[in-house]
């Protein structure tokens, strides 16, 4: 096919509208070099630049990363911290960068446990963002799928939802994830094949990819890697292939 993007070597159909993305590998890719964790996470910040305009090139309309999950407070109070500091460092140094180009930038999580500071960072992105339509990331912090299932509950009910009046579409409305469509492409880098508590709702019928790359090493190759892969998938959401095809088949029998 012809088309003026290099990267859009696939129809659109075959490019998901939204990836999500567990970014795991960061503290072996530092132990490697023989240096701390936190060295690892400071590449991860490069390494989630350079793929959200990676997507944006692809024509991806949403990247949704997991960035701190409600369980990573069990992690030491160093790495903890330093983590916490290194988003505030990351929004200084890549905020106008992203908002240049087009990038729209949401927080998903749980914010009442986080910092004044870190709290006003996020606002800072998302307002600075908020007219932005060329690609959406959704940075999860403090976040855990359990967490966004209650949350979701817990709105639903102080609104005033009768429980024979809740259904999976009204209760999708209270995600905190409400403002994309379900991912289509689930990656996980840094070779665990789990999903660790990330969009347990929303990946209902995502296709997974797992690959052994380290989170800071992911590039073109391995995004294209996903994409070759995800094209590839005979995508039945639960049906069969083809469902038109089949009930006229079922109907002419
Ligand atoms: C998992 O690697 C990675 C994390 C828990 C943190 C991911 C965070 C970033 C890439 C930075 C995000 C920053 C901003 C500004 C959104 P790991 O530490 O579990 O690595 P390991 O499995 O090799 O130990």
Request: hydrophobic share 45%; charged share 25%.
């Amino acid at each position: 096919m012809s088309c003026s993007n290099p990267h859009l070597v696939h129809s659109k159909a075959d490019i998901p509208r939204h990836v999500a993305i567990v970014m795991d590998g960061n503290g072996r890719w530092a132990k490697k070099r023989f240096m701390p964790r936190f060295f690892g996470h400071k590449a991860g910040v490069d390494s989630l630049v350079k793929t959200v305009l990676a997507c944006a090139d692809r024509g991806i309309d949403y990247l949704t990363v997991y960035a701190f999950s409600s369980e990573n407070w069990r992690r030491p109070t160093e790495e903890v911290t330093g983590l916490m500091g290194l988003v505030l460092v990351a929004v200084a140094k890549y905020l106008t960068k992203l908002a240049d180009k087009g990038v729209r930038i949401r927080i998903v999580g749980d914010r009442t446990q986080v910092s004044d500071k870190l709290r006003a960072a996020w606002e800072q992105a998302e307002t600075l963002t908020r007219d932005n339509n060329r690609i959406t990331l959704s940075v999860c912090f403090n976040y855990g799928g359990r967490w966004d299932i209650v949350q979701a509950c817990r709105q639903a009910i102080a609104d005033g939802v009768l429980a024979n009046e809740l259904d999976e579409d009204k209760l999708a409305r209270y995600m905190a994830l409400a403002h994309a469509p379900d991912p289509d492409l689930f990656i996980r880098t840094g070779g665990e094949v789990r999903v660790s508590n990330f969009l347990l709702w929303q990946a209902a019928y995502s296709e997974f990819v797992f690959t052994d790359c380290l989170w800071p090493d992911f590039g073109d190759a391995e995004l294209d890697a996903a994409l070759a892969a995800f094209a590839r998938r005979d995508r039945r959401f639960g049906g069969v292939k083809d469902a038109a095809t089949h009930a006229e088949s079922l109907q002419s029998a």
